[in-house]
């Protein structure tokens, strides 16, 4: 049989599905651009690829299918008794060979009527053939099909053509009544059956899932004179399709389980280690939870400018509450001091940055997954640069000092300025906002003042709510 293949690009990648199939099937194909140019006598059967698809032009008998993609919109019904279907390129290779065997049912009626010669070719292709007689009794069984079921043609019952001892289900389990098997479908509607998947056992000797189609053959009559089927086995695809969603169904369980787990346990030491925070240093808790939540004002607002995740940002913000961590490492005399530090105690006091910095860097050591605490470890040990190099430990300045700590210089000193400490007043809203605004380009990041100067109020708001709530309950 010859085949014309029609399609604006040619790709035999594209077609390839459906050209093993051809070739399976031992017949010959040629190709054209479009659908003009060709004498179609010369082939059996027209395969017209949808882009170039033009029904107006198109004045012979030859008949034909139409290929398509599935994302392929179909607009138009065809209604063109040559057309023989559509074939979906991305479909299964089952359902290529249904349609394929359409087409041959149809060319071989178109050819010759003489319905042994059918029977005996459709036996030799490469697929498991079941032909049934016009009433759906097994007549015939090709040795591929013979395999899949395991029986052979005598162990059919004789006047119904089911096969004895053998039940069949449907894929939810159901059973399968006589006249609903696809065969007695076919022989009610006269119609081709579906694919459809079905269960079928034989007593305790086996169990298999099987694909299964079923095509009627008519004579001039419009009579059904046979009706062939195709059957796949799929046991084995199907067991594993199955087995596959079982494991991703556990494994998803479990991931979610883990994350919860993971997330509580992230939570509870960035929390723990803040309380230790709070235990040592004389600034109090309430400016430890306030400083977060300026910090998180900051980074909403630059939320567009970073280019991390959102659970990134998240780790961010709450990773500002161990920004002074390291202070559980300087002695109480001078950490505790009423009074200015002199130049030697503030040198020990700046060391806070670098003990803060080591003591995270030894409990990530101790993890497998410690990335959530890379935030905390550039925010203790930063915190205190300046944006024009004058801050310590190190002296960066600018772009090299990580935009959390950066973040965080701007929280911490608004809030220090704000408070009230053992050894000076805090100063008011106003005064502070010039003080950093005075500070932009100096100490903090011009963009960071500018969030600031935008969003002034909010740091007001935050201070004040926290100052009416510890009247109101008091250290919590
Ligand atoms: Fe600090
Ligand atoms: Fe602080």
Known sequence: MKFLFISKNINLNKYSRILDILKEYGCNYSYQNSMELSSYEAFDFLVIDWECINLKTYKHHTPYIILINSETEIDTEFNDERCMGLVDLDSNLFALKSVFSLIIKSIICYNDGNCRKIVDFLKTLPTGVIIYDKKGKITELNSIAKEILSIDISEMNSESGVISDFQTIQEDGSKIEQQDFPVMQVVRNKRSSLNRIIGISHGRLFFKWIKI???????????????????????????????????????DALVRQRTTALVSARALTLE???????????????????????????????????????????????????????KVAIPDNILLKNDSLTDEEYEIMKQHTIHGNKALVRISECKDDDSYLNFAKEITLF??????????????????????????????????????????????????????????????????????NSNNEEFDYIYNRSIEEKNLFGDF
């Not at 004179?225 to 087995?243: C, G, V």
């Not at 944006?387 to 950066?406: L, N």
Request: hydrophobic fraction near 35%; glycine fraction near 4%.
């Open 272 to 326: 723990s280690l803040a309380t230790l925070s709070e235990f040592r240093d004389n600034e109090t808790g309430d400016h430890i939870r306030r400083t977060k939540f300026y910090f998180k004002l900051i980074v909403d607002k630059l939320r567009k400018r970073l280019k991390y995740s959102d659970e990134e940002i998240v780790q961010m913000w709450s990773s500002a509450p161990l920004h002074d961590i390291g």
């Open 213 to 251: 189609d079923a095509v009627p053959f008519f004579d001039s009559n419009n009579e059904i004179q046979f009706i062939y089927s195709i059957i796949e086995d799929i046991t084995q695809s199907r067991n594993t399709h199955l087995k596959l969603e079982m494991a991703i169904d556990n494994m």
């Open 383 to 452: 915190h205190h640069e300046k944006w024009d190099g004058s801050g310590y430990p190190y002296g960066i300045s600018g772009d090299e000092i990580p935009i959390s700590a950066r973040i965080m210089a701007l929280a911490d000193v608004y809030d220090a300025l704000r408070s009230d400490r053992p050894y000076k007043k805090g100063y008011d809203h106003e005064k502070v906002c010039r003080m950093i605004i005075e500070e932009s380009g100096k100490h903090f990041e011009p963009i960071l003042v500018e969030i600031f």
